[in-house]
């Protein structure tokens, strides 16, 4: 810590005395620019290996993010311009957080946002919440409205 404190005096930059502490990987984790550094597990085999995934955190943000942008008050919108905006912002969120071990999050990005568009295309086109779920299944929300899934990517460059 006070070598840590040194640096940053030379760099004439303050430490933030409230945000910083000394961790132990891979037995505690930390969160740093949206992303959690510790111990994963590799999907394969179950091996552990200190790595990035994107904290829950941020995972919760951009999940009300969307909610916020299918509320009720757009129903007036057409759908195509509000699938559009939700498409920019899963596609950036997707871009920013596209080291480490993504899949679980990306997949409850996903599954938020199905839902809640469905939960929009109910209120906007005044369908029973019965026969939504058949009318508006992912097939329709991904082929049809051009919803995007985020993906992961082989990022070879990034495992230096």
Not at 118 to 136: C, E, F, I, N, P
Request: some cysteine; aromatic content about 10%; overall charge positive.
């Amino acid at each position: 810590m006070a070598v840590m404190r040194g640096i940053m005096e030379r760099l004439k930059l303050t430490v933030n005395e409230e945000k910083t502490h000394v961790c132990r990987l891979p037995e505690q984790s930390f969160d740093f620019l949206g992303y959690t550094v510790g111990q994963v597990y590799w999907p394969a085999n179950g091996r552990a290996y200190v790595g990035l995934q994107p904290s829950k955190k941020s995972v919760r943000k951009v999940c009300r993010e969307i909610s916020a942008m299918t509320q009720a008050r757009y129903c007036v919108q057409e759908t195509e311009q509000r699938v559009a905006i939700l498409n920019r912002k899963i596609g950036g969120w997707a871009n920013y957080f596209c080291l480490g071990l993504v899949s679980k999050a990306y997949r409850t990005v996903t599954s938020h946002t199905e839902r809640r568009l469905r939960q929009w295309l109910r209120r906007k086109h005044k369908v029973q919440s019965a026969t939504a779920r058949k009318r508006y299944n992912e097939r329709y929300l991904h082929d049809v409205l051009g919803l995007i899934r985020p993906y992961s990517r082989d990022f070879s460059w990034a495992k230096a």
